[in-house]
C-alpha cells in the first residue's frame, strides 16, 4: 500500500495530482479543508489536505512455484473431487414437496421454479395457489396453464417503475449500490435515452458524488462527452444540494454514487448524507443480477438505511437464471425500473415490465398468447407526470 498526503487548493486538482503519481486505482482515504500559511493561520486561504493510497500488495506478492511440491499437488487434487462432488450434490433434483398438488404439470413447474432459483416457499406459493385458481380440467391442458402461470407470475410482482420527466421542475435520481454492479453503466445509458428522444431534446445533467475512486469522475466524464451530457463533480453533500438548486432549469439529474460495500455500514452511513440533503428525490438500489438470493437480502437490508424507491438489476446477461432477483423483489415488495443486459452504452438497457422479466424468469409462453391482465403498464414514479419514457 503506498499512502500518500497533498496539500492542494481544491479538490479537482487534488484528483488530477493523484491519478497522474499513484494512478487511477487510487483511492481517496481522507479529505479535510485546512487552513495553512498566514499570521497564525489568519488571513490564510483554505486548502484542502487529502491522504489518498493505492493498493501495491497484488504486484509485491511474492509468486511461489509450487509445481512439483507433492503435497500441494495432492491438496490441489483432493480440492478438485469436492468441488465435483458439491456441485453433483447440488444439482440433484430437491424433492417436490407433498403440499404440491400431485399433478405431472404442477410438480413439473414447481421444479422448473426451483431450478431457476426462485425462493423456495414462493415457489410453492405461486404453484399452490394457480393449482385453487384453475380447475383440474385446465391443469391438464398445457396452452392454459401455462398462461395463466405467467400471469400469476407477473400479478406476484409489485407494479414496475420507470422513469418520467417532471416538466415541472428537475427529476432527481439517484442510483446507489455495491460496487461494481454497474451503476455509473447505467445512468450513462439512462442519460443517453432520455437526453436524445426520438421526441425532444430534454436538459439531462448528470452529477458524480464518487470521489472516492480516483478513476470514476474520468468514467463519468468521458461518458458525459461521447453522449453530449454535461457532468458535475459534488464533493460534499452541501455541494450536491447547491448543484441541484443552480439546475433547476434541467428535466433531469442524474446522480452517480460510489459503491458502497453492503458490509460497512459507515461508507453506507457516508452516501446517506448525500441523499439525505437533497429534499426531493428518487433512489434505486442497483445490484447485479447474478448476486446470491441471501446477498441480494442482506444488500437491501443494508442499503434501507436510504430511502429506496426501487431497484435495478444488472448484468442479466451474465446470469443463467434470474429466480433470485424476482424473488427478493416480490419479498421486499421493491417496484423494478429497469435491467441491464450489457455493456453498450445506450443500447443494453430495458425497461422492467412484468411480461418481460417474467419470460427471462421462464421463458415466453410457448403459443405466444400472452395475457394482458399482467398489470404490465408503469406506474410513474410518484409525484410525478409521464411525459417521456424510455
Ligand atoms: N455484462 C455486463 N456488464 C456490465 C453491465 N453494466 C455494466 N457492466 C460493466 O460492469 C463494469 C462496472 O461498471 P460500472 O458502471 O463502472 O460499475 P459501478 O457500479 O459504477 O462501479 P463502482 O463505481 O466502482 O462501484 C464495467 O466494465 C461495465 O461495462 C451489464 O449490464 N452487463
Ligand atoms: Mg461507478
Known amino acids: 500500500m503506498r499512502v500518500k498526503k497533498y496539500l492542494v487548493k481544491n479538490m479537482p486538482e487534488a484528483m488530477e495530482l493523484i491519478k497522474l503519481e499513484l494512478g487511477p486505482n487510487a483511492v481517496i482515504l481522507h479529505s479535510e479543508k485546512v487552513r495553512k500559511g498566514g499570521v497564525f493561520g489568519l488571513f490564510a486561504r483554505p486548502k484542502f489536505e487529502v491522504v489518498a493510497a493505492v493498493d501495491t500488495d497484488l504486484q509485491d506478492f511474492p509468486q511461489h512455484n509450487s509445481h512439483g511440491d507433492p503435497s500441494i499437488q495432492a491438496m490441489r487434487d483432493e480440492l478438485k473431487n469436492l468441488r465435483v462432488a458439491i456441485s453433483q450434490v447440488a444439482a440433484r433434483p430437491q424433492p417436490v414437496p407433498n403440499s404440491v398438488p400431485r399433478v405431472a404439470s404442477l410438480e413439473s413447474w414447481y421444479q422448473r421454479l426451483i431450478d431457476q432459483g426462485v425462493a423456495q416457499h414462493l415457489a410453492h406459493q405461486t404453484i399452490q395457489r394457480v393449482a385453487n385458481e384453475l380447475s383440474r380440467w385446465t391443469l391438464d391442458n398445457q396452452g392454459v396453464l401455462n398462461e395463466h402461470l405467467h400471469w400469476y407470475l407477473g400479478r406476484q410482482l409489485p407494479p414496475p417503475v420507470q422513469l418520467n420527466l417532471n416538466p415541472a421542475g428537475p427529476q432527481v435520481f439517484f442510483v446507489v449500490g455495491p460496487t461494481g454492479v454497474g451503476k455509473t453503466t447505467t445512468l450513462a445509458k439512462l442519460a443517453a435515452k432520455f437526453a436524445h428522444t426520438p421526441y425532444k431534446k430534454n436538459r439531462v445533467l448528470m452529477i458524480t458524488t464518487d470521489t472516492f ?12 462527452e461521447i453522449l453530449g451530457v454535461p457532468v458535475e463533480v459534488a464533493y460534499t453533500p452541501d455541494d450536491l444540494l447547491a448543484l441541484i438548486k443552480s439546475n433547476a432549469d434541467k428535466d433531469l439529474i442524474l446522480i452517480d454514487t460510489p459503491g458502497r460495500s453492503q458490509r460497512a455500514a459507515s461508507e453506507v452511513a457516508a452516501l446517506s448524507d448525500y441523499l439525505a440533503a437533497v429534499p426531493e428525490k428518487i433512489v434505486h438500489l442497483a445490484i447485479n443480477a447474478g448476486t446470491k438470493y441471501e446477498d441480494m437480502h442482506q444488500i437491501i437490508e443494508a442499503f434501507s438505511a436510504m430511502p429506496l424507491d426501487g431497484l435495478i438489476f444488472t448484468k442479466i446477461d451474465e446470469t443463467s437464471s434470474l429466480g433470485a432477483a424476482y424473488s427478493v423483489a416480490c419479498e421486499r415488495a421493491l417496484p423494478l425500473s429497469y ?11 430495458e425497461v422492467a415490465t412484468a411480461d418481460y422479466v417474467v419470460d427471462l424468469l421462464v421463458g415466453p409462453v410457448p403459443d405466444g398468447i400472452r395475457s394482458t391482465r399482467n398489470g404490465n403498464s408503469h406506474q410513474t414514479m410518484p409525484g410525478v407526470r409521464q411525459e417521456v419514457t424510455v
Open 213 to 224: 475512486r480516483v478513476a470514476a469522475i474520468p468514467q463519468i466524464s468521458a461518458f458525459g
Open 339 to 349: 435491467l441491464t443486459n450489457g455493456q453498450r452504452v445506450p443500447e443494453d438497457i
